[in-house]
């Protein structure tokens, strides 16, 4: 399958539902629905998974994983709903990792977890219910 995520000769029949497969996997492990995802295919082919966990650092902005066949995964915040996006990391090491691999990326902790502990990251963390839909 990731042979066909970067390679521009690959027809978009092929193409797309690569993408959406991939994207869907990536989904599932991070525990996000379907309806949370987005994938694009113009130019360049992109996606947009958003997460429902926050930034510690920033708890009032929505935070996404973002995807396009040249820059690979980033995080970032969205201050405002369909407003710029602000990324606070790249993954960097593969452009097609495996969808483990983004949940190690997303919750660096979460292979380290202590027994007992309430949370599966630090850096992240949930909305709490009085937090304005995002």
Not at 17 to 31: C, F, Q, S
Not at 42 to 48: E, G, H, K, M, V
Not at 119 to 130: A, E, G, H, I, W
Request: one cysteine or more; a negative charge; aromatic letters at 6%.
């Amino acid at each position: 399958m990731a042979r066909y995520l970067t390679n521009e000769d690959a027809p978009t029949s092929a193409l797309e539902p690569a993408l959406h497969g991939y994207i869907a996997r990536i989904a599932t492990e991070l525990g996000v629905g379907a309806e949370a995802t987005l994938c694009e295919l113009s130019d360049r082919a992109s996606a947009y998974i958003a997460l429902s966990e926050r930034c510690s650092a920033y708890p009032d902005q929505d935070l996404a994983l973002l995807w396009d066949q040249q820059c690979g995964w980033s995080l970032a915040t969205e201050p405002h709903p369909g407003g710029a996006l602000n990324v606070l990391a790249y993954h960097g090491h593969s452009l097609v990792p495996e969808p483990g691999e983004l949940v190690t990326f997303v919750y660096p902790l979460s292979s380290r977890k202590r027994p007992g502990q309430g949370q599966r990251q630090l850096l992240l963390t949930s909305p709490t219910p009085n937090s304005p839909p995002g």
